[in-house]
Each structure stands twice: as structure tokens, then as C-alpha cells.
């Protein structure tokens, strides 16, 4: 399972949380996600792996950010098969801090892994396009239907724009899937330890 957290996070808070003011609102648990996922294909599947692929804020200009990013990563990491993966956020314009190289890493690691074999299906979950080449590769490697992708499905009748790759199928999450897997923990906050 790979997942691009940052739109993961986005496509949720787009899907069924439009107007919300909680940052919270559109996080998930990546393992209960990724089981969600499993649980819901056709035929018996064994989980071998969940790469997190996400933003790390600098801890100099946005020391909560990064505060936050390190507590959720390190639950994560707590988590089997559970593993993150982070590049620093790119300051360019300091107003507006982006991803700078996660999915390419991303779109690298689904390559590098189907080259070795490491699984018989890729499940991806990003509406990101730039990943299509890979979602390509992948396909051109290990054969059709060895490439799925997730999406999130809003539940008011806008529709989604999943990747649409031929012999890639597409799951359509729905909000009743979201609550499943949602986590409402606020990171920003720091939790005494006892």
C-alpha cells in the first residue's frame, strides 16, 4: 500500500469536509486504511506493507508544524507494517510551503519495488496525476491488474476524478469508509508523557 498522505488528506477534507475549520478533520489512521482497503478486494490478500509518504515542516520555521508532523509519524511508526516516509517542505515562497520530491520518492519506490517483486498488487492511494507514469510502469511490469487506486467519493453528488489508468482498478471510499479510518487526534497539541 502506498499512501500520499498529503492527498489523502486533501481529498478527504474536499469529499466530506468542505467547510470545516478543524485541521483534524480528513486525517486518517494509515494501517486501518490500508485494511479497509484489503478487506474490501476481491479474493484473499495479505498486507505486506504501508509506506506513509508525506511533507516534513522545517522545525526552525514552523516548529509546530513540524511538532505535529513528528508526533503523527512516530504513532505511525508504532503501527505494524506502518512506514512513513518524509522530505522537508520547500520554502520557496515562505508563505506557501509545498512538497518538494515526495511523489516523485513515492512514484521511485512503486517501480523500484515491482522490479524486485516485492508485491503482486500495488494499492495507491492519490489523485496526484504525476504518479500515472508510475501506475504505468508498474502495470508494464508486473502485468494488468497489478496496480490499484483509492480515492475518496464525496457523499453530496459532486464527483471524484479518480486516476484513470486502463487495467488499474479504482477504489471509491465513501464517507462510511472515512469514519472507519478517520483520526481525530490533534498532533499540534503535545501530550504529557507519564
Given at each position: 500500500?502506498?499512501?500520499?498522505?498529503?492527498?489523502?488528506?486533501?481529498?478527504?477534507?474536499?469529499?466530506?469536509?468542505?467547510?470545516?475549520?478543524?485541521?483534524?478533520?480528513?486525517?486518517?489512521?494509515?494501517?486501518?486504511?490500508?485494511?479497509?482497503?484489503?478487506?474490501?478486494?476481491?479474493?484473499?490478500r495479505e498486507l505486506v506493507g504501508i509506506r506513509v509518504y508525506r511533507?516534513?515542516?522545517?522545525?526552525?520555521?514552523?516548529?509546530?508544524?513540524?511538532?505535529?508532523?513528528?508526533?503523527?509519524?512516530?504513532?505511525?511508526?508504532?503501527?505494524?507494517?506502518?512506514?512513513?516516509?518524509?522530505?522537508?517542505?520547500?520554502?520557496?515562497?515562505?508563505?506557501?510551503?509545498?512538497?518538494?520530491?515526495?511523489?516523485?520518492?513515492?512514484?521511485?519506490?512503486?517501480?523500484m519495488m515491482a522490479i524486485h517483486g516485492d508485491f503482486d498488487v500495488?494499492?495507491?492511494?492519490?489523485?496526484?496525476?504525476?504518479?500515472?507514469?508510475?501506475?504505468?510502469?508498474?502495470?508494464?511490469?508486473?502485468?494488468?491488474?497489478?496496480?490499484?487506486?483509492?480515492?475518496?467519493?464525496?457523499?453530496?453528488?459532486?464527483?471524484?476524478?479518480?486516476?484513470?489508468?486502463?487495467?488499474?482498478?479504482?477504489?471509491?471510499?465513501?464517507?462510511?469508509?472515512?469514519?472507519?479510518?478517520?483520526?481525530?487526534?490533534?498532533?499540534?497539541?503535545?501530550?504529557?508523557?507519564?
Open positions: 500500500m502506498f499512501i500520499d498522505y498529503q492527498n489523502c488528506y486533501k481529498g478527504a477534507r474536499w469529499a466530506f469536509f468542505e467547510h470545516s475549520l478543524r485541521h483534524m478533520d480528513g486525517q486518517v489512521y494509515p494501517r486501518r486504511l490500508a485494511i479497509r482497503l484489503k478487506d474490501a478486494a476481491a479474493g484473499d511533507g516534513l515542516p522545517s522545525s526552525l520555521r514552523d516548529p509546530k508544524g513540524y511538532g505535529a508532523a513528528d508526533r503523527q509519524m512516530a504513532l505511525w511508526k508504532q503501527q505494524a507494517l506502518v512506514e512513513p516516509i518524509s522530505r522537508p517542505l520547500n520554502y520557496r515562497d515562505p508563505a506557501v510551503p509545498k512538497e518538494k520530491g515526495i511523489d516523485v520518492r513515492l512514484a521511485i519506490d512503486m517501480v500495488a494499492v495507491l492511494f492519490s489523485d496526484d496525476t504525476d504518479l500515472v507514469p508510475a501506475i504505468e510502469a508498474v502495470l508494464a511490469i508486473r502485468g494488468s491488474g497489478s496496480c490499484e487506486v483509492a480515492t475518496w467519493v464525496p457523499s453530496d453528488g459532486r464527483s471524484a476524478t479518480p486516476l484513470r489508468v486502463s487495467g488499474c482498478l479504482v477504489h471509491r471510499l465513501k464517507r462510511a469508509d472515512y469514519d472507519l479510518v478517520e483520526d481525530a487526534t490533534d498532533y499540534t497539541v503535545r501530550r504529557r508523557r507519564r
